[in-house]
C-alpha cells in the first residue's frame, strides 16, 4: 500500500511563489511515476507536472512551462513543485498521484490513470 500526505499550499498575492511537497511511504518500483494534479471548484481534475521515478523524464502542461517545476528527491521518497509567478488561474486543490507501472506520457497525464492520491491542499492565488 501507498501513502501520499502533500504539504505548502496557502494563500498567495498573484506573481508569488509556493512550493509543494508530497512526501510517500510505502512501497514502490523505479517504473513508477508520480504527477502533480488540480482541481478548481466545478471543474475536472488536470495534470500540471509528472516524473518518472527514474532517469530525467518529466513533464509540464503548457499551462505552467516556465513557471512551476516539479522535482523528487527519491532517497527521502519526495516530489516537489516549486510554482513561481502564481495566477489567480491557478487557485485550485493540488493532489499528488502515484501510477504504477511503466507508462508513455500520455497515460501519465491522465489522472483516471494514478491508483494513489494524497488528500490535497488548497492553493489560493488573490489579484
Known amino acids: 500500500q501507498v501513502q501520499l500526505v502533500e504539504s505548502g499550499g496557502g494563500w498567495v498575492q498573484a506573481g508569488g511563489s509556493l512550493r509543494l511537497s508530497c512526501a510517500a511511504s510505502g512501497r514502490f518500483s523505479r517504473d513508477d511515476a508520480m504527477g502533480w494534479f488540480r482541481q478548481a471548484p466545478g471543474g475536472e481534475r488536470e495534470f500540471v507536472a509528472g516524473t518518472r521515478l527514474s532517469g530525467d523524464s518529466k513533464q509540464h502542461a503548457d499551462s505552467v512551462k516556465g513557471r512551476f517545476a516539479i522535482s523528487r528527491d527519491n532517497a527521502k521518497n519526495m516530489v516537489f513543485l516549486q510554482m513561481n509567478s502564481l495566477k489567480p488561474e491557478d487557485t485550485a486543490v493540488y493532489y499528488c498521484?502515484?501510477?504504477?507501472?511503466?507508462?508513455?506520457?500520455?497515460?501519465?497525464?491522465?489522472?483516471?490513470?494514478?491508483?494513489?492520491w494524497g488528500q490535497g491542499t488548497q492553493v489560493t492565488v488573490s489579484s
Open positions: 498521484g502515484l501510477r504504477r507501472g511503466r507508462a508513455i506520457w500520455p497515460i501519465l497525464r491522465d489522472p483516471d490513470q494514478y491508483q494513489y
